[in-house]
């Protein structure tokens, strides 16, 4: 491509008025919380934030932010995304989304892996749509639920279901200072034994997803002695055939795992494999 | 400082005349099911007449015939947690506009502490990780400033089924390493503790609790149930030559079969009383104004704890179960000059898939049968599958 020579006209120079030092402030980092197919809990935590809520609006320019009635044309810094796309509108959607923010950060596991409704990417969209809706036509849904990354490119994806408010807090002050954000991707494990619980597998029998989770819930189901529901998705690197043994051992079989692993994150890449791998084997109903 | 032995009510005016001498006393609660350590108010806080049954993967508690406040083993924490914290703020740093960061100073207050129920392998695990943080020329200063605790050890009598101490040469009995130690003795009516004192403080403080002098029967008694429990161990490990052993088979095809059955969950190396890698992580305030280092417990067993520039050096669950394996029982001792393993157990207990170190070490050691070659002629040269074997037709 060559560029060709731009010719600039003589422009006259117009005394710039300026402002007296003191108030000649940077200017603040423009962000937008965008929702896709989801049910607002993720962005409700930006809400959620009670303490540092009015400290971090100071900080920032919320330039977007429908559940807290602000809107603008953009561009962003920063957009946070719920949600996962389902139809065709938000397919487009996503596009200019990502084509007004510099930075594009998923927030939650409906952004990050297609949410609890892509268990319609196991069935047939059309179907259920004819036994639930009286006017079948009426819906335009996309046969999958998928996450934001399979369709534009993402700078951050945030875990949860919901996501936590102080990992979210840690995420935006991690972009506003330009550093890298204090989250882990190890297991639920890791946080249950930080936090000194008492593991529910070894001491109670109890069937807990942790060991093949993402950490960041600071192991909010184990230390209230249940087991873990897998919110976060897949850790960093989950051995999932080494799980659904230990918890067929343990006496749940292979129609159980596959429940316990199709919910918040059944179309993650690792879940999706270990349950189809399960179904395919014939032993337990879809 | 000979022995002497002292009743249960002696035993709550020991724990009282910690607590009078500003000691906050940690010692094992039943809490969610399982032995946990805790701060307690008194004697009445100890699990009396619970024990434990432990097997890979699996930890029950249950009830004791009798009210012996210390019939089980050890449970899923160890005393590392008070003294190397799972989180451990480093320091604190301000921007200064034109200076700079400037070092907020140490606000580090130690918790005085009194550990009370310290088993044997637990004190070899704090002598180990007196070597870690306290040896060569860069003590550790947050593990220095707790490590002054005063150790209340108890004599193993019900060792756990996953105990593996006779074996490691790190208990039932507890030599050293103790400001006083206790043997509790529970026979009929009898309720009694046979106490040996391992230090001046110690025997200062046991001078305030009313006493009498032990006798050969009473000493005898508490030699019989330290005996009685190294021959019912869970657990045993040929720990002779393991160093040596272990680095000849780092190609073992078992490698492989053992990373099909780890999780790499990290909590084997999290109970573990010995392991002692964390990360350091940085993180500031909303204003960029304040700056905090944070040292948090981390393992072997995540990706992040290997990873180099573009990636993580083992970067496979076999490389981190060979890594944690062979550094604990084998490169530690070219590292720290001790075992990295005192036997004690949890790292099988704890295992949500139940795997067995003292199992794995067995399986990797065996003698190689005839025409089966599990281990590859060189160091990284690829592992010939074993061939199946021939069916008769």
Redesign the interface.
Known sequence: MTREAVVTPPVREVPVPRLPERQRAPRKPSVAVWKFSSCDGCQLTLLDCED?LL??AG?VELSYFLEAGFSSDGPYDLSLVEGSVTNEADRRRIERVRAVSKHLVTIGACATAGGIQALRNFGDVEEFLSIVYASPRLVEALGESTPISAHVPVDYELRGCPITRAQLL?VV?AF??G?RA?V????V??EC???????V?????MA?L???THAGCGALCPSY?RGCYGCFGPM????L???I??LN?RGLDDGSVVRLLRSFNAAAPQFQAATQALIEMGECPT | MGSVVIDRRGFELLIAALQSRDYKVVAPTA????I?YDEIGGVSDLPAGLTDEQEA????LWCRDDDALFGYAV???SWK?YLFE??TVVFRAQRVERVGFVRAGPSDAAPRYAFVGVRSCEIAAIGIQDRVFLGGSHADPHYRARRDAFIVAVQCGEPGGTCFCASMRTGPRAEAGFDLALTEIVAGDRHEFVVEVGSSRGDDLLGQVPSRPADSSDLGAARAVTDSASERMGRRLDADGLPERLAAVLEHSHWDQVA????????CT??CPTCFCS?V????????LEATR?R??D?C????HSYLHGGSVRST?RDRYRQWLTHKLSTWVAQFGTSGCVGCGRCI?????GIDITVEVQALLAPLGPGRPTVSPGAGAPVEPAAPAEVPR
């Open positions: 540092e400290a971090v900080a840690e002050l506003l200072h550093r204090d882990v991707a190890s297991s494990c890791s034994k930080l936090t000194g619980n008492v593991c597998t070894v001491a109670d029998g807990c942790g060991p093949v002695k960093e690197s989950p051995n055939p080494a799980m043994g230990g051992r | 809490r969610d099911g399982a946990a993967g699996s930890y029950r449970g899923p924490q947690r799972p989180k099909s059955r780890c999780l790499g969950c990290t909590s999290l109970v990360r992580s940085d993180t500031t305030d909303l204003k960029g944070t948090t417990w393992s067993f995540t990706l992040g669950i207990t704890w295992c949500p898939v």
